[in-house]
């Protein structure tokens, strides 16, 4: 039997019915369709298969497409061979430099779940069961959200805890983080706002330096003050001292002369040695 073109192309677009772009995750999707629908092609209706199955190619699957393809087979080899999964070693690096930004963990939350699927996938195109991939994949997740976070608790709860999916470890990092965050907010209202406001320098804290430096100032100028009125005293106490200490030397000196004086008397006649001493007296009073 022959099979008309309009028959082809309306039992084609039933079969066969998204275009398929260059994605790896889709590859094996698009080959199952064409595989579907090549016994109900006939040997007719082969040229049209051929350009059915290229216009439904767009993107990188159209640059992976062969000139002149000789048949289908060599088209899905040709996809085959230029469409493939990253590395996971290369996926694995992107994982490890994803760190979380200034716009928070949801954008980090979307970039996390797109790679840890894309290793997954990797390491199943790379030869390992669907239950041994998964595992690494969670395990790869939980190592990212660990060196992401700071939080001692938030790390303590990653390591506890038992994941089935990446998309369950992803989703415990971005909810523990966001409780650590509203903690930490809480405990500085409550503990330590009114003193950080003091310290700051800003209206009020600038206040409070003003009257801290204004108090120190008037300490220093009373210190000064009574350190030059207690300078002064000592001062005139030493002066006041030198003169007692020179006035007691005299007197000493003069007593001094008055007792050789007076034994000098007692040895001659009494009339000359009241001469001297009534002499002597005056001259150490003068």
Not at 243 to 264: T, W
Not at 266 to 277: D, V
Request: some cysteine; overall charge positive; charged content about 25%.
């Amino acid at each position: 039997m022959t099979q008309s073109a309009e028959d082809f192309f309306r039992l084609a677009t039933k079969v066969v019915d998204t275009k398929f772009d260059g994605d790896p995750s889709n590859l094996a999707a698009f080959i199952d369709q064409v595989e579907l629908l090549k016994p109900m092609v006939k040997d007719n209706n082969i040229p049209n298969f051929i350009k059915f199955v290229s216009t439904h190619l767009v993107g990188k699957a159209r640059e992976a497409l062969p000139e002149n393809p000789q048949s289908v087979k060599e088209i899905i080899d040709a996809l085959k061979r230029e469409i493939k999964f990253e590395s996971s070693r290369v996926i694995e690096g992107k994982i490890t430099a994803l760190r979380v930004d200034k716009r928070g963990t949801g954008r980090f939350a979307e970039q996390a779940e797109k790679l840890a699927e894309e290793f997954r996938r990797s390491l199943i195109f790379e030869g390992h069961t669907k239950a041994k991939a998964q595992e690494m994949t969670v395990r790869k997740t939980v190592e990212l959200c660990y060196k992401s976070t700071r939080s001692d608790t938030v790390k303590a709860v990653l390591a506890a805890t038992s994941f089935e999916t990446p998309s369950e470890v992803v989703s415990k990092f971005v909810v523990q983080q966001d409780t650590v965050r509203q903690d930490s907010w809480a405990n500085k209202n409550n503990n330590g706002g009114s003193g950080y406001q003091n310290r700051r320098p800003g209206r009020g804290g600038r206040g409070n330096y003003r009257n801290n430096f204004q108090r120190n100032q008037n300490n220093s100028n009373q210190n000064r003050n009574y350190g030059q009125n207690r300078g002064s005293n000592n001062s005139g106490r030493g002066y006041r001292g030198h003169r007692s200490y020179r006035n007691n030397n005299g007197n000493q000196n003069g007593n001094r002369q008055e007792q050789v004086l007076r034994i000098v008397g007692s040895e001659n006649s009494s009339g000359p040695s009241q001469l001297h001493r009534t002499t002597a007296m005056s001259d150490s009073n003068y």
